[in-house]
């Protein structure tokens, strides 16, 4: 069974950095395009970041310029590089496959940002 783990979430400060990563095992990234997603309290999940089987890579627009998302087809894992952290990048973040999220949701990692 497929499984996906998310790490590297904490608590920052406004302005701070975070790296976040994605793990899996039994599925190998390179053949999907994957995306990280994010849900704060009282809200929809919503796409954050995709990046595509060739390396495009595309964001929501709140994040652009501060997010990049980039992976290492020859180990697996995907990142997920935040800067300039603000407040309302405060949610719990989850990486899967894109545009349907094909795989059991792991139990993502939790961004808080204090301002």
């Known amino acids: 069974q497929v499984q996906l783990v998310e790490s590297g979430g904490g608590l920052v400060q406004a302005g701070g950095s975070l790296r976040l990563s994605c793990a899996a095992s039994?599925?190998?990234?390179?053949?999907?395009?994957m995306a990280w997603y994010r849900q704060a309290t009282g809200k929809q999940r919503e796409v954050v970041a995709v990046?595509?089987?060739?390396?495009?890579?595309n964001y929501e627009d709140s994040v652009k310029c501060r997010f990049t998302i980039s992976r290492d087809n020859a180990k697996n894992p995907m990142y997920l590089q935040m800067n300039s952290l603000k407040p309302e990048d405060t949610a719990v973040y989850y990486c899967?496959?894109?545009?349907?999220?094909?795989?059991?949701w792991g139990k993502g990692t939790l961004v808080t940002v204090s301002s």
């Open positions: 899967n496959t894109y545009p349907r999220a094909s795989i059991l």
């Open positions: 039994g599925i190998a990234f390179s053949r999907y395009a």
């Open positions: 990046i595509m089987g060739g390396g495009k890579t």
